[in-house]
C-alpha cells in the first residue's frame, strides 16, 4: 500500500517555499501533519528527516519524491 500525502498548504518566498503537508501512513495507519520547507532544492523537517520522521522508511521515501517532483526541485 503507498502512503497518502496531500499538501494542504504553502508559500514562495524568493528560492523558499514553505509548505503543511499531511500524510497517512497505511503501514503503521497513522496521520501527521507537519510544516516543511524548501530552501533551494533542500527539504527541511522531522517528517521528511532521515532520524527523526515518525513515517515508516518507505512512506518517508515516497514523501521526500513525490514533494520533489510536486513543487519541482
Known amino acids: ?3 497518502q500525502i496531500a499538501v494542504t498548504d504553502f508559500i514562495e ?7 503543511k503537508v499531511e500524510v497517512y501512513d497505511p503501514q ?3 496521520r501527521y501533519q507537519e510544516e516543511l ?5 533542500l527539504l527541511y ?8 520522521s515518525p513515517l515508516t522508511e518507505q512512506c ?3 514523501t521526500v ?3 520533489k ?3 519541482d526541485r
Do not use: P, W
Open 65 to 67: 519524491a513525490y514533494l
Open 45 to 52: 523537517g522531522d517528517l521528511v528527516h532521515e532520524k527523526k
Open 13 to 19: 518566498q524568493q528560492t523558499a517555499i514553505y509548505l
Open 37 to 41: 520547507r524548501f530552501l533551494g532544492d
Open 1 to 3: 500500500m503507498k502512503c
Open 69 to 71: 517532483s510536486y513543487f
Open 28 to 30: 503503521t495507519n497513522k
Open 60 to 62: 518517508r521515501l515516497e
